[in-house]
């Protein structure tokens, strides 16, 4: 895809190079038991889809969907579960996988939502983390790459619903429309 506002940050090798890094690491800290991903949608599914085959474990997915009410470059501060998880959580040692950690309020408000589920253990992994824009603690155990405090799509991630399927993670200097 051609588009002079887009300006690669982090290269598809590179993206690669540290999901693998990321997967054998995952798999070292949860040697047995079973393992159950979270994936928050829809930033998060190739993340995700590139992430549990990097793991040389068997684990179970689920999906779930957070709206942060917001098309643009911000969200608005509320949330909501938008479609929830099939699968119990209970005694599960769960890892939500994340896109990106940016003020932390998705985050920070689902911990809360999940932690009352009774998982054994929960842990996030986020692919980035834009530790400057944070306004609620959040600390993710597994973070592919810390960005500055630019907008960035690409590989899962969206402004206003387009670029999530580029191979790079890229900022976007000028948003069209
Ligand atoms: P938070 O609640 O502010 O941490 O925002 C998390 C969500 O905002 C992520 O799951 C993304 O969907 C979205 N987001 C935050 N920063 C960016 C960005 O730079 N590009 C695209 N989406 C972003
Ligand atoms: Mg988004």
Known sequence: ???????????????QARIREL??????DYPTGKLHLVCI??????????LAR???R?????????????KGKSSSGEVRVTKDLDISLEGADVLIVEDIVDSGVTLNYLMHVLE?????????????????????????????FRIP????????????ER??????ICVLEEPAG
């Open 58 to 70: 068997d684990v179970s997915v689920d999906f779930m969907g957070i709206s942060t009410y917001g």
């Open 116 to 144: 009352q589920r009774k998982p054994h253990s929960l842990r996030i992994a986020a692919l980035l983390d834009k530790p400057e824009r944070r306004l609620r603690p959040i600390h993710a155990n597994y973070v592919g």
């Open 54 to 56: 990097a793991m040389k």
């Open 41 to 50: 949608l829809k930033g998060a599914c190739f993340f995700l889809t590139d």
């Open 163 to 168: 670029y999530r399927n580029l191979d790079d």
């Open 23 to 28: 997967g054998q690491q995952i798999s070292e």
């Open 149 to 160: 405090d630019r907008f960035v799509v690409g590989y899962g991630l969206d402004y206003a």
């Open 1 to 15: 895809m051609v588009d002079p506002n887009l300006r690669v940050l982090i290269s598809a090798e590179k993206i």
